[in-house]
């Protein structure tokens, strides 16, 4: 069974930074892309980062400039360093693995982020 442990997650001060860290357990093939994704308390999850298995990067406009998402050669690590942080940046963030193949996503848990002003 594969498993996502995000950490790195906190209380910030607005300007401040955070890195997100998430592991994975054990190697992956098939991985289409690892990425970032929040969901804010009556809101919608969504997309914050994505970096494809050929290296293209993809971020929400909101967070465009200020996050940088990056991963291990061996796929068993992805980041998410965020820097100018913003009240309404405040979210639970969750680790994803996208797959070719089924099952076609793994969730970590998430880990709170808490940007106060």
């Known amino acids: 069974q594969v498993q996502l442990v995000e950490s790195g997650g906190g209380l910030v001060q607005a300007g401040g930074s955070l890195r997100l860290s998430c592991a994975v357990s054990?190697?992956?093939?098939?991985?289409?892309?690892m990425g970032w994704y929040r969901q804010a308390p009556g809101k919608l999850r969504e997309s914050v980062a994505i970096?494809?298995?050929?290296?293209?990067?993809n971020y929400a406009d909101s967070v465009k400039g200020r996050f940088t998402i990056s991963r291990t050669n061996a796929n068993n690590t992805v980041y998410l360093q965020m820097n100018n942080l913003k009240p309404e940046d405040t979210a639970v963030y969750y680790c994803?693995?996208?797959?070719?193949?089924?099952?076609?996503?793994?969730w970590g848990r998430g880990t709170q982020v808490t940007v106060s002003s």
């Open positions: 970096i494809t298995s050929g290296e293209t990067t």
């Open positions: 054990r190697n992956i093939f098939s991985i289409r892309a």
């Open positions: 994803n693995i996208n797959l070719y193949t089924r099952p076609y996503n793994y």
